[in-house]
């Protein structure tokens, strides 16, 4: 990737990048829609990433391309307003121009930046993250600093929430930022402090990506925000991560009304799930972990209702399969993907006959890749 962003660099642009930085995608392992909630969560950075180069200008204009566009996005000295239409993805990079003076970090007045990437956009891996943690790096050090890990994290968290306007927690951003080979990353949203967890061997990994996607995907994973923040209001905490109600009786809790216990259900039962799935990834216990991650899927499904029939087709498929750990939708839901724990023996001939089975009902088969464990963000 890194011969062919030079390549494409030089005949945009007309010179080569002066900086180069690399952010990897992310699985979702488990810990679903817990990182808004104070909770904490487990994701696995992975082996396909966006690279962004970057040469600094002397007059102020920044010049946005990307692999995925036709085009130049050329903005003004100064210019800071969101982009719309075909241009809106440049609020990613431009998100993180804006988060930098919170941090104390400067970038370049001017610049040329080109974005290129192999993982797949939209399939729930994160690419948004990808791309505000690989300008973040190149940013940075072009503006002349030797920024921490974690500061880059919290900026392009800061961009998604306060620029691009979407309510994520810490997940995709800690992941992307932090993950390395082999090793799952583990954050405790509430510091934020962040812990690497190894993989155990014998843990393969494969998305299936749905067709389908709901259309008010962005409106439903602000309500489920709203919907948490509510419920934990009626409990009296300030997240719900702070509910003792570990092994209640969720038919019995005062105060909250049917859609709230489902959510906080989901929420709580959640957070218990990463702790165990922690402990048995310690012990190698691979059976243990895999039967979490189902039962994280079957409480998105019942309880936090972000699920969707062509998520819960390919977790019912996956499930009964003699290769598979286990399986759960992977992201925010409401359509995107699904992630598989599998065996070594699971191959492409196991993955095409889970798709014929979808595209019985479908018509069309999922998306399925086997994704390899992969270093976080950084310079290259
Ligand atoms: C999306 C968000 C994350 C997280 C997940 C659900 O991926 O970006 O912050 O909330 O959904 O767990």
């Known amino acids: 990737m890194k011969s062919a962003l030079f390549n494409r660099f030089q005949l945009t642009f007309g010179v080569t990048p002066e ?5 990897p995608g992310r699985i979702e392992f488990l810990g679903n829609h817990t990182d808004y909630n104070g909770g904490t969560v487990l994701g696995v950075a992975i082996d396909r990433a966006v690279w962004v180069g970057l040469t600094r200008r002397s007059d102020g204009r920044r010049r946005f391309a990307s692999d995925q566009r036709v085009g130049l996005v050329d903005l003004a000295a100064g210019a800071m307003e969101r982009t719309t239409g075909d241009a809106c993805w440049v609020n990613y990079p431009l998100g993180v121009l804006a988060a930098f003076p ?3 970090l400067a970038a370049p007045a001017g610049f040329d930046f080109l974005a290129m990437t192999d993982l797949p956009v939209g399939a729930g891996l994160s690419s948004s993250a990808a791309l505000e943690l690989a300008s973040a790096w190149v940013f940075a050090v072009a503006g002349g600093a030797s920024p921490e890990r974690e500061t880059l994290v919290k900026v392009a968290r800061w961009a998604e929430n306060e620029f691009v306007g979407v309510p994520c927690g810490l997940l995709d951003q800690g992941v992307v930022g932090l993950g390395a080979r082999d090793q799952l990353v583990w954050i405790d ?3 934020p402090h962040f812990a690497m967890i190894p993989l155990p061997a014998g843990a393969h990994f494969w998305v299936f990506n749905t067709p389908t996607r709901h259309a008010l995907v962005d409106g439903l994973y602000a309500e489920r925000h709203r919907e948490c923040r509510l419920a934990a209001r009626a409990l009296g905490v300030a997240q719900l991560v702070d509910a003792n109600l570990a092994g209640a009786d969720w038919e019995q809790v005062a ?4 859609v709230a216990a489902k959510r906080a259900r989901h929420v709580v039962e959640e957070i218990a799930r990463v702790g165990a799935a922690v402990a048995a990834l310690r012990q190698g216990d691979l059976a243990v972990v895999g039967r979490l991650l189902t039962a994280s899927h079957r409480s998105s499904q019942r309880w936090f209702e972000n699920s969707t029939v062509e998520l819960d087709l390919l977790v019912d498929t996956l499930e ?5 750990w286990g399986a759960r939708l992977t992201g925010g839901g409401f359509g995107g993907a699904v992630m598989a724990m599998t065996m070594a023996t699971f191959d492409e001939d196991d993955a095409r006959r889970v798709g014929e089975v979808c595209a019985a009902q479908w018509g069309t088969a999922p998306e399925s890749m086997h994704l390899r464990t992969g270093d976080g963000a950084g310079l290259i």
């Open 19 to 23: 900086f180069v930085a690399r952010a």
């Open 255 to 258: 105060g909250l009304s049917s």
């Open 189 to 191: 949203c509430r510091g």
């Open 320 to 324: 009964n399969h003699p290769g598979v």
């Open 102 to 104: 919170n941090f104390g």
